[in-house]
C-alpha cells in the first residue's frame, strides 16, 4: 500500500516551454503532498507543499509563478514548470502524507521525473 | 517492479543504545543506493553506497551495502535524542529515468 506514481518518468523539451508532471496517490487519499527538486550530491530541496483544494505553500527562493502547482483532488497534484530553461533541468519528485503538512510524519516518495530542458 | 523495503517500520531506543537500521531492494539495474534522514523540510542526505563503495562511515551513522543480499544497514552507536527522525532509503536504478525508488523509512524515536 501506500503507492505514489508520477508521470511522466522523463520529459525532455525545449527552451520556453511549459512542461506539466503529474503525482498521484494510488491507494489512499493525500491530503498533503510535496515537491522536492534533487540537487548534485544527492541532496533534495523541499520546493513547496500542497494541500488539497488550497493554494501551495512555496519554500523561500522558489519562484511561485514559475512552479505552479495544482492539488485539485486528495490523490492528485500537479507541477507545472512554466517557460522553462535549461537551469531547471533536473529531478523533480514528489511525496505525498496522509496527515496535513506534516513533516516528520511518513511520507510516500514517488519515483521522481527527470526534466531536460534544451 | 523497483521495490525497496525498511525494517523496522518503528523503533524506539533510550539514549545510548546502537541501532540498526535495514533495507532491502530489488531493482533492474542497480546503480546506488542512498541513505537520508527526515526531519522536516526536505530529507538530509546521509550517504551513497555504489559498487566501488560498498561502505560509508561518518561520525556515530555507518552504512554498508551487501551486494549478495541486495541490502543495506545504516548503524547509528551512541544514540542521542537528536537522532530522533525517519530514516529513509532510496535506490537508484539505471533505468530509463534514472529515478530513484524510496522506501517507505524507519521512525526512529530516542528516548532520554
Known amino acids: 500500500g501506500a503507492v505514489v506514481s508520477q508521470h511522466p518518468s522523463r520529459v525532455i523539451c525545449k527552451s520556453g516551454t511549459s512542461v506539466k508532471i503529474e503525482c498521484r496517490s494510488l491507494?489512499?487519499?493525500?491530503?498533503?503532498m510535496f515537491w522536492y527538486r534533487q540537487f548534485p550530491k544527492q541532496s533534495l530541496m523541499l520546493m513547496a507543499t500542497?494541500?488539497?483544494?488550497?493554494?501551495?505553500?512555496?519554500e523561500q527562493g522558489v519562484e511561485k509563478d514559475k512552479f505552479l502547482i495544482n492539488h485539485a483532488s486528495l490523490t492528485l497534484s500537479t507541477l507545472t514548470v512554466t517557460s522553462a530553461h535549461p537551469e531547471d533541468s533536473s529531478f523533480y519528485i514528489c511525496?505525498?502524507?496522509?496527515?496535513?503538512?506534516?513533516?516528520?510524519?511518513?511520507?510516500?516518495f514517488g519515483p521522481g521525473t527527470r526534466l531536460t530542458v534544451l | 517492479e523497483d521495490k525497496v523495503v525498511q525494517s523496522p517500520l518503528s523503533l524506539v531506543v533510550h539514549e545510548g543504545d546502537t541501532v540498526t537500521l535495514n533495507c532491502s531492494y530489488e531493482?533492474?539495474?542497480?546503480?546506488?543506493l542512498l541513505w537520508y534522514k527526515q526531519e522536516k523540510k526536505a530529507p538530509t542526505f546521509l550517504f551513497m553506497l555504489?559498487?566501488?563503495?560498498i561502505e560509508k562511515k561518518s561520525g556515530r551513522l555507518s552504512s554498508i551495502l551487501d551486494k549478495k543480499e541486495l541490502s543495506s544497514i545504516l548503524n547509528i552507536t551512541a544514540t542521542q535524542t537528536g537522532d530522533s527522525a525517519i530514516y529513509l532509503c532510496?535506490?537508484?536504478?539505471?533505468?530509463?529515468?534514472?529515478?530513484?525508488?524510496f522506501g517507505k523509512g524507519t521512525h526512529l524515536i530516542i528516548q532520554p
Open positions: 511525496s505525498a502524507s496522509r496527515l496535513p503538512q506534516s513533516y516528520t510524519d511518513t511520507q510516500y
Open positions: 491507494d489512499f487519499q493525500a491530503t498533503t
Open positions: 500542497s494541500n488539497e483544494g488550497s493554494k501551495a505553500t512555496y
Open positions: 531493482v533492474t539495474n542497480f546503480r546506488s
Open positions: 555504489t559498487s566501488s563503495g
Open positions: 532510496a535506490v537508484g536504478s539505471g533505468g530509463g529515468a534514472d529515478g530513484l525508488t
